[in-house]
């Protein structure tokens, strides 16, 4: 089992920054990819940004150029670093994991409000 505790989430104003985290416990060796999901009321849960073990990326076009995904690997930790925030951006925002055996993992999710 893998554990997923997201933190960094609030409000800020459109153009502003913020920085989600995700720390990972349990059997974090096993972890293949991790990455970052959204979802606003209605719609359903998208892909916004994914890291492999091995540091490949990849984003949702609507966020490239802005957000930036990385991981610290001796931390267990992903990070989301979100800039030239838009209020298209508003959603709440979930930290997932794979293991190698195709199981998801999901956290609890952090709410992000953009305000115009």
């Known amino acids: 089992q893998v554990q997923l505790v997201e933190s960094g989430g609030g409000l800020v104003q459109a153009g502003g920054s913020l920085r989600l985290s995700c720390a990972a416990s349990?059997?974090?060796?096993?972890?293949?990819?991790m990455g970052w999901y959204r979802q606003v009321p209605g719609k359903q849960r998208v892909l916004v940004a994914g890291?492999?073990?091995?540091?490949?990326?990849d984003y949702a076009d609507s966020v490239k150029g802005r957000f930036t995904i990385y991981r610290d690997n001796a931390k267990n930790t992903v990070y989301l670093q979100m800039n030239s925030l838009k209020p298209e951006d508003t959603a709440v925002y979930y930290c997932?994991?794979?293991?190698?055996?195709?199981?998801?993992?999901w956290g609890q999710g952090t709410q992000v409000t953009v305000s115009s």
């Open positions: 997932h994991a794979e293991d190698g055996w195709r199981n998801d993992y």
């Open positions: 349990g059997r974090t060796f096993s972890i293949s990819r």
């Open positions: 890291i492999t073990s091995g540091g490949i990326t």
